[in-house]
Each structure stands twice: as C-alpha cells, then as structure tokens.
C-alpha cells in the first residue's frame, strides 16, 4: 500500500481532495491505456481491459492509499490510519479509511485540530490549523497516559509526621491506663490468701533461723579451712559472719 506525505497544515484539505483526484487519476489511466491498446486488441477489448485494470486500481490502490506526515518534533512519520481517539466525545475512531484523524471523528462529526505524536520518546502536539489549539487533541487508541509527578509539601509532611506521633502518644496513654486497671481488677478477683495457724508459722520460723545458723557454721568452717594460720583475718571474718546473724535475729 502506497502512502501520501504531506505537510500536517495541508493534510485535511488534501484527504478531502482525495475522491476528486482520485477519479482524475483514473479517467487520465483509463485514456492513456486504451489509446495503448486500441491498436493491438481492438476497441472492444481495449475499453475492457482498460476498465478491468483502472477499476483495480482505484479501488486497491488510490482509495486504500494513506496519508502520511511528518511529526515537526520528533521528525517521524505518521500515517493517518492509526486507530485514534476523539478528543471531543472520547470515543473511538476504527474506521480509518474514511475517517482519519486528519479528518472528522464518525460518531460525533467533530474535526480534530491537534494530534498527540504516539511516538513514546515525543507525545508532542502535531497541529493541523494555524491556531494551535491545545485542548481536544486526537490521540492514538492505546496511547498511555503519562501521570504528572506530585508536587511534595514539606509542611504538610510535618504535620502528618507530628500528628501520627500524637495518636501514638495517646494511644500509649491510653493502655496504660487499662493495664492499671486491669491489674486493680485481677487483684479484686483473687481469692482473699489464707490465715496461717500457730504452728505454720512457727515451723516457718524456725526453719528460718535453723537455716541462718547452719549456713553461720558452714561459713565458720569454711573461715577456719581457709584461713587457718592466718588468726587476724580468721577474727574479722568470724565477725562479720556473727554480724549478720544478729540482724538475723
């Protein structure tokens, strides 16, 4: 399939002039073919074939061939067959033979000024009139759409950091509080502790101060091995051990 270049200023009028020069192209073929072969195959057959061949050609050649521009930023080229859709109704352009973006959009009639190069390392506008409308734009169908980044405020982001701290806080405060009472309330369900008898509490002491004077004598033992011809520090040793079993007491 061949493809027509031209300027994109020019390429709307020229789709519209396509069906007119078209039909030129092909009356100009067919009288040139069959002045060529009249004198060989007769008039007859001449006028035939001559019909049988432009008719191919106007139908699989000339309507089918495409329009093609030139991206000014980018410098590639574009052909106008590109499934695209409209920037006024947003719907989507199939039937584009008839229908290119260089023309009119099929569902709602209205003419494109612009088209967004679907080159990736472009997407510049790609004007058709000398306004340069910006807004309504033709785009290829699956074009992606670039996000713009955020723009960061610091003082917002400080203020989202000083307030999550403060949930924080009071949140801390807030568990504090049930621990204590939690506490308060598993001590109020413990069974109240039983009163220990005479004798409880005697054998308790006296295992205590039994055990204080067994420990007293292992260490007197323990001073008397470890010191034995030593008698000053046998002395003070021996007295801190009797010290602490008079606090005992």
Known sequence: MTMQTCDPLQARQWFKLREAVNFAVVIVGFIVLD??????????IAGTV???V??????FILHKR???IECPHCRNFIETNTPWVCGFC???????????????????????????????????????TNDQLRINYAQCVNLPVKSKPVKRDKKMEVVAE????????????????YDVELKGLNKDLEPPSKEKT?????????????????????????IDAEFPNDPLEREKRHEVVKQWMANKL
Request: glycine share 8%; net charge negative.
């Open 54 to 59: 432009m008719f191919c050609v106007f139908f």
């Open 90 to 128: 947003g719907a989507k352009n199939q039937r584009i033979d008839d229908f290119p973006f260089v023309y009119r959009c099929e569902h709602c009639g209205a003419e494109p000024k612009a088209y967004k190069c679907h080159y990736s390392d472009c997407e510049e506008l790609i004007f058709f």
């Open 66 to 68: 495409t329009i093609g």
């Open 162 to 177: 000083l307030n999550e701290g403060i949930q924080v806080a009071k949140l801390k405060v807030e568990k504090a509080k």
């Open 50 to 52: 001559s019909i049988v």
């Open 198 to 222: 005479a004798f409880e509490q005697l054998e308790e002491y006296y295992k205590g101060m039994m055990g204080n004077e067994d420990a007293a004598k292992k260490w007197h033992a323990a």
């Open 35 to 44: 002045a060529i072969l009249w004198p060989a195959a007769g008039g007859f």
